[in-house]
């Protein structure tokens, strides 16, 4: 008989520990920041990393093809995308913010066995983040900086070596630094403010009046031209669509990866948990492995709402706007320069804008363009390539007493060992195929990952968060239609391979 239970009283394992870890902690939540006026730059944060993520592969890339070749009626995608991803976001942040934990971790706390799922989202998080595409991409970018043309077949090796070492400077800035979560944030915060004010500025000085009100009413799926809706394309490239529709937003598993950030920023229970460390100026932090529970009285719950407020404006405020942004402003620049019906996947893609109108404008202005292409994709892998270590770390901290325990639980060594492998990784990837072909499997990986993450995100908030925490029937409804809405794009996907 166990010491100190009384004979006849069964004992039930916790359920959050059921899976195989072990179970949260009782604590109470710390008090959130009231921020006003300009402290709510500071006061929010994961939301500008996942933007900053997200203005990058889709919004520069996948979605320009889509609308050169087919119309800004499919602006319709990015804002129902836009609006589902927002609020996953903020189902995301709503487990972190009561456990502390990163949500990897809550999916790992449901059966069959944590170790199951630590293979299955890690496996993944390699099939649609492993491929450095935005360092590829970039390339062609930085190619015409220094030669004024767009490459071509014959500069395969040129475009390759400039991608290799555009990755290997983004595995650079993860060296340094107090607290990467905050690198991060502050890179992001140049990043966004600069890429949208700059082509905002591009849009209102070059694109015409008749072409914002066709991307405005393309929001809706509207063709102005036709006057009519038109929500799918006759002919459509399903396996180009819906990358197009995973990326439109941010992209499954960086959805996922913010709240690893939110966690790092100390949003909620995560001020308990610990953060990352950089290498180069961080000093060694204990980072828990397990989570936290709270008693959900009055003033708990007074809190909790101050924290959702903290939530609801870092995703509404800044995710969501700036990611409908983000899209909206490089199509109107696409569809005035680029022919209509061009496909313009290939090397040369990110410099596909900046040659367009540097035959009308001149090589300055197509040079300021391929800088800010070029920053732009490179931000992107730095977020990529942060968020891919970052997960994996997580994932082995968490369900490894063993990794935890070596070389004295110093989390620092974890994470640079998984860099340095994603790192050699990435070096050979670059060689398989062309970038904008890998950044399109790679959307197409996140289509999937959304459409069995919604579902297990809805399942772990409902049945591990406490009740008066947990998310309203019209919350639960929505990532019900969240994992149809992308459903249907992977399947046609699929189909259009058969």
Request: net charge positive; charged share 10%.
């Amino acid at each position: 008989m166990a010491r100190g239970i009384a004979p006849g009283v069964a004992t039930e394992r916790a359920v959050e520990a059921r899976s195989g870890l072990d179970p949260w902690t009782h604590a109470e939540l710390p008090a959130p920041p009231n921020p006003r006026g300009l402290a709510w730059v500071s006061a929010v944060g994961p939301g500008v990393i996942v933007l900053g993520a997200s203005i990058g592969g889709g919004e520069f890339l996948l979605g320009p093809t889509v609308f050169v070749r087919h119309g800004l009626t499919l602006l319709w995608v990015t804002s129902v995308a836009v609006f589902f991803q927002t609020v996953f976001n903020t189902e995301l942040m709503r487990y972190t913010l009561a456990t502390g934990e990163p949500v990897f971790t809550g999916f790992m706390r449901t059966r069959p066995h944590a170790v199951v799922w630590a293979w299955f989202y890690a496996i993944l998080f390699f099939l649609q983040v492993g491929w450095p595409a935005s360092a590829g991409v970039a390339s062609g970018a930085i190619f015409f900086l220094f030669t004024g043309r767009v490459p071509g077949p014959p500069d395969i090796n040129a475009v390759y070596a400039i991608g290799v070492c555009t990755f290997l400077l983004c595995v650079a800035l993860l060296l340094v630094g107090r607290r990467i979560e905050r690198t991060l944030e502050l890179l992001n915060w140049i990043m966004v403010v600069c890429t949208l004010g700059g082509l905002l500025i591009l849009a209102l000085v070059l694109v015409p009046v008749r072409t914002w009100v066709a991307a405005s009413a393309g929001l809706a799926g509207f063709d102005t031209a036709r006057a009519t809706f038109d929500f799918l394309p006759a002919q459509a490239d399903f396996f180009l669509l819906a990358g197009f529709v995973a990326y439109s937003g941010c992209g499954g598993m960086m959805n996922i990866t913010l709240s690893n950030w939110a966690r790092d920023k100390g949003y909620g229970m995560g001020q308990r948990a610990g953060y990352i460390p950089a290498a180069m100026g961080g000093q060694r932090i204990q980072l828990a492995a397990t989570g936290f529970t709270f008693t959900t009285d009055e003033e708990a719950l007074v809190r909790w709402r101050g924290w959702w407020r903290l939530v609801r404006a870092d995703q509404w405020g800044v995710f969501f706007v700036g990611a409908i942004a983000g899209m909206m402003l490089p199509a109107l620049l696409y569809v005035t320069f680029l022919p209509a019906g061009a496909d313009i996947r290939g090397l040369g893609i990110s410099a596909a804008l900046a040659s367009s109108i540097g035959t009308q404008y001149g090589p300055l202005l197509a040079g300021a363009i391929a800088v800010l292409g070029a920053w732009l994709l490179f931000k992107t892998q730095l977020d990529l390539t942060e968020a891919l270590v970052r997960a994996i770390t997580d994932i082995l901290w968490t369900g490894s007493r063993r990794v935890r325990a070596w070389r004295g639980g110093d989390v620092r060594l974890v994470y640079y060992s998984v860099l340095v492998l994603a790192a050699s990784w990435g070096i050979v990837a670059l060689r398989l195929a062309q970038p904008i072909i890998l950044l399109q499997v790679a959307a197409n990986v996140a289509g999937f990952v959304f459409v069995v993450a919604t579902l297990h995100l809805l399942y772990i908030n409902m049945r591990l968060l406490p009740p008066a925490v947990r998310p309203s029937p019209a919350r639960c409804a929505v990532l019900v239609a969240m994992s149809l809405f992308y459903g249907f794009f992977v399947v046609h996907s699929v189909k259009s391979f058969f």
